[in-house]
């Protein structure tokens, strides 16, 4: 309900401040590199695309983005940016730049327009992600763990669509902790996706989000100064905190009205394993590892459940959103970690609800 809110918000908020930014321009060249005629290999992808990646830093947290216009607009997930007051973005020439405005965000998709203060930046153009099809090569570049500028390739190994519809790629290309933010390309060097969630525990089980999420944001942005989104996103975590208290993991055992028997297994089973996956980066002080592994088991746990259980489906998109808005991984994991057991208390009562009573 939160993460809705704060969609109405953002959306209110951008409208109120009016106009275009700075620097809009419909004929702005884009700078993009010439179009491919042919395929070309990860490495021709690489040297025409690494100096249009960036490394997005917060004082909790580090992504990566990508630069889509000349005039200092670039692209990333919105998770990535709502760190505190500061973002920095720092280029491949080591040039490092202060965001000074939030173009447009989704929270649905995990996305975010933002811009800094130049021009002359060399871009990258987008590609058709519908056109995407299971098999299809890609390359998607990041800085996972810190490395920064490191490039895979693999597959598109599905299109899969949620229970709000939203559809994400999963790829085989791998991706980690630090890479969220980045480039999906396909074999003409054309960005089709934005690398948001790395299921762990899963062999090369990874996520993206189609451009066809991002390219509105672009043609139609919604500018915020970057203070007030950062005094927006406090305000939220303020009133999440204020309204958490003493109402962590808990779910009436309606919560799984429709979901049958194989289904609350199936729920156990998985809420089990991701804390026995994730719990261990945070013990080892590595919060963005850890949420990223909540996340992407709940990502996970949400596509395997019938469509009949709405409920668990609801609590986890929900639980993600709350999660994306909140400003350090130690809350976001701590969210999802909730929901988790909240989700396996539900189980464990209704299975004793099914209990005959004793003679």
């Known amino acids: 309900m939160r993460a809705r809110r704060l969609a109405s918000v953002l959306a ?194 990874n996520f993206g989000v189609p451009v066809r999420y991002l390219a509105p944001m672009i043609r139609e942005p919604s500018p915020m100064p970057f203070a007030r989104f950062a005094n927006l996103m406090q305000q939220m975590r303020n009133a999440a905190r204020e309204h958490g208290d003493g109402k962590k993991g808990r779910y009436p055992a309606s919560i799984l009205d429709g979901c049958n028997a194989d289904a609350q297994k199936l729920i156990a089973q998985m809420a089990d394993d991701a804390i026995d996956d994730a719990d261990p980066f945070c013990d080892e002080g590595r919060p963005d590892a850890c949420y990223h592994a909540y996340d992407g088991s709940a990502s996970d746990l949400a596509r395997r459940l019938p469509p009949a259980c709405r409920g668990p489906v609801k609590a986890i998109a929900d639980a993600q959103r709350k999660a994306a808005a909140l400003g350090n991984a130690d809350a976001r994991a701590s969210v999802l970690r909730d929901t988790f057991d909240g989700l396996r208390r539900a189980v464990a009562r209704k299975a004793d609800f099914r209990k005959p009573p004793r003679p």
């Open 12 to 205: 209110i908020t951008a409208v109120a401040c009016g106009g275009a930014p700075r620097g809009h321009s419909d004929r702005v060249s884009a700078r993009h590199p010439p179009p491919a005629t042919r395929s070309l290999s990860p490495a021709d992808i690489a040297s025409r695309a690494l100096p249009s990646v960036v490394t997005i830093r917060t004082a909790q947290s580090l992504g990566t983005g990508f630069i889509v216009r000349q005039d200092g607009w670039i692209a990333t997930n919105l998770h990535v940016i709502v760190g505190g007051p500061h973002v920095s973005v720092t280029l491949r020439t080591e040039r490092e730049l202060d965001v000074v405005e939030v173009l447009a965000a989704s929270p649905e998709h995990d996305l975010a327009l933002v811009r800094v203060e130049a021009r002359g930046l060399p871009s990258i153009a987008l590609g058709d992600s519908d056109a995407m099809r299971p098999g299809d090569a890609v390359v998607a570049i990041g800085n996972p763990m810190g490395l920064e500028d490191t490039v895979s390739n693999g597959l598109v190994s599905a299109r899969r669509t949620g229970e709000d519809g939203t559809e994400v790629l999963q790829i085989s290309a791998p991706i980690a902790p630090g890479s969220s933010g980045g480039p999906i390309f396909n074999d003409r060097g054309e960005v089709i996706g934005v690398a948001t969630a790395v299921l762990l525990g899963g062999q090369n089980i």
